[in-house]
């Protein structure tokens, strides 16, 4: 039904930024809300930002201003990334859920960010 593909994860150097980008396709129009969610190595995953289809963005304090969710009106949805540290690698997510509620039911297969020190 929904199809999500993410792109635009590397290397990079810590301090440096990174821009993730979401390609969503399929039966867009029963989704309500897209997040970008990380899994470091040993660790378990977690909400990184979320944006609504009203445009409404949440992060979770730890982000701290860092990073930034945006999309355009061509069903992609970025993650600015800046100031990147070594404690941020790991495989970004995006993922999408449902209008009604149900938590993120659609995910795409991840994409690789790593930074070095």
């Known amino acids: 039904q929904v199809r999500l593909v993410e792109s635009g994860g590397g290397l990079v150097q810590a301090g440096e930024s990174l821009r993730l980008s979401c390609t969503v396709s399929g039966i867009i129009s029963i989704l309500s809300t897209i997040g970008w969610h990380r899994q470091a190595p040993g660790k378990q995953r977690e909400l990184v930002a979320t944006i609504t289809k009203g445009g409404n963005r949440n992060y979770p304090d730890w982000v701290k201003g860092r990073s930034t969710i945006s999309r355009d009106n061509a069903n992609t949805v970025y993650l600015q990334m800046n100031s990147l540290k070594p404690e941020d690698t790991g495989v970004y997510y995006c993922?999408?859920?449902?209008?009604?509620?149900?938590?993120?039911?659609?995910w795409g297969q991840g994409t690789q960010v790593t930074v070095s020190s």
């Open positions: 993922a999408a859920g449902r209008s009604g509620g149900g938590g993120f039911g659609f």
